[in-house]
């Protein structure tokens, strides 16, 4: 696991009222395990309130309100899904510009269930291949993304997953994903 340590990566995680609770704490665990720095960025000051599969969850602090946070000052980003959060993220012109920047930078991203909303929006679907919450399957192929209904999907520096049950691959190839990219930026002397 040496390799893939994430020892001076700086992860933002957008998030705003109404993420699913798992696909924001688990991988930011695992992130956290491994070295990163993880920063909770959202539109909401304060704090965020999350969603536990059936009804209300926790509330998180945010770390960077969403109109300072500058995408240089990240590494990789994760978008959490649940219906709400990215739902009202893709409405947000300053949301959708956050998530493109990173896709314009060529950052790795990381996307769960219905996370990837936001990245139809940003523009970044097209000729991916990635998974999602199946009711997004009509949405991305319309955004011209080939969608597979499998537990974890790498392509193009996106990591993508369909539900909590597959959290366990998303955050390992998550982790890998990062850590490689990382590894490519300190060879090639970028940051």
Do not use: Y
Not at 57 to 84: K, M, N, Q, Y
Not at 91 to 119: M, N, Q, Y
Not at 123 to 141: K, M, N, V
Request: hydrophobic share 40%.
């Amino acid at each position: 696991m040496a390799s893939q340590t994430l020892n001076g990566v700086t992860v933002a995680i957008l998030v705003t009222d109404g993420f699913e609770q798992v696909e924001m704490t688990e991988p930011r665990k695992a992130l956290d395990e491994a070295g990163a720095e993880t920063r909770l960025v959202s539109p909401k000051d304060g704090q965020v309130k999350a969603w536990d599969f059936t009804d209300w969850g926790e509330t998180f602090p945010v770390d960077v309100l969403l109109e300072s946070a500058r995408p240089e000052a990240f590494d990789a980003l994760l978008l959490p899904g649940g219906v709400i959060n990215p739902d009202n993220l893709r409405t947000l012109p300053e949301a959708v510009a956050f998530v493109r920047a990173f896709f314009d930078a060529g950052k790795p991203v990381a996307s769960i269930c219905h996370g990837p909303w936001t990245i139809i929006e940003a523009g970044a679907a097209r000729g991916r291949r990635l998974t999602s919450w199946p009711s997004l399957r009509t949405d991305l192929r319309n955004a011209g993304a080939e969608w597979v209904d499998q537990e974890v999907v790498v392509d193009q520096g996106l990591v993508t997953s369909r539900k909590p049950d597959d959290i366990p691959a998303f955050n390992r190839e998550v982790i890998n994903l990062f850590a490689s990219t990382r590894d490519q930026f300190q060879q090639t002397g970028a940051d």
